[in-house]
């Protein structure tokens, strides 16, 4: 594809369920990073991958959330036991190669809406 | 502590004039700079994006103005056009690879 790709667009669950949101990033992009958009709010980091490796997660709210990226490419961000303040728009972007700076532009995918009720 | 402010919720702007969008910033480790521009029920779209090492980036109607020693970068659109209606989140980046985005800026071009 084109683009980077998520699934699936929109997702509700009840509080205390266990979700997946998928994302497919830029073909022969190395770096994929998660963000989370709450309403009102710019994105704020979640998680980044540089290959399969989680190169940093500092930006993860809780050992609730939980992502992974087996094969380096397609990448699955999981949230155990959700919560109604876990609502929000989750967006993955992809990067060339995560070396950073303005020729290592993030390209955003349209992102999941998560309804926690 | 928010690292990336846009002060300004919201801008209306005549088709055809300039519209210009601020964003200020804390994090003097921030070495790079973007903007991106949101439609409703889709992902930011990059626009364009300066190096600290530079002042000024332009792409055809877009010109971003990057000002270090006072922390702030503007993003110029002329002319408006009423495509360009929408969110606009500045964003900047340092040593690490995540970005820290401001809270955007609704733009409204009116016709």
């Known amino acids: 594809g084109a683009g980077v790709s998520q699934t699936p667009s929109n997702k509700v669950t009840e509080k205390g369920k266990y979700v997946e949101l998928r994302c497919d990033p830029i073909?022969?992009?190395?770096?994929l990073y998660w963000y989370r958009q709450s309403l009102g709010q710019g994105p704020e980091f979640l998680i980044y991958?540089?290959?399969?490796?989680?190169?940093?997660d500092s930006g993860l709210p809780n050992d609730r959330f939980f992502a992974v990226r087996p094969e380096g490419s397609v990448s699955t961000l999981k949230i155990q036991r959700t919560e109604r303040g876990d609502s929000a728009v989750y967006l993955c972007?992809?990067?060339?190669?995560?070396?950073?700076?303005?020729?290592?532009?993030?390209?955003f995918g349209p992102g999941t809406r998560l309804t926690v009720l | 502590d928010q690292q990336v402010k846009q002060n300004s919720p919201s801008l209306s702007v005549q088709e055809g004039r300039i519209s210009i969008l601020n964003c200020d910033y804390t994090?003097?480790?921030?070495?790079?700079f973007l903007w991106y521009k949101k439609y409703p029920a889709e992902g930011p779209t990059f626009l364009i994006s300066?190096?600290?090492?530079?002042d000024k980036n332009e792409d055809g109607r877009f010109t971003v103005f990057l000002n270090k020693s006072a922390k702030h970068l503007s993003l110029h659109i002329v002319p408006s056009q009423p495509g360009d209606s929408a969110v606009y989140f500045c964003?900047?980046?340092?040593?690490?690879?995540?970005?820290?985005f401001g809270g955007g800026t609704r733009l409204m071009v009116k016709p």
């Open positions: 991958f540089q290959g399969t490796g989680a190169a940093d």
């Open positions: 972007a992809s990067s060339n190669n995560g070396a950073g700076g303005v020729s290592d532009t993030q390209y």
């Open positions: 994090n003097s480790m921030f070495d790079y």
């Open positions: 964003a900047a980046g340092g040593a690490g690879n995540m970005l820290t």
């Open positions: 300066i190096s600290s090492i530079k």
């Open positions: 073909s022969g992009h190395t770096a």
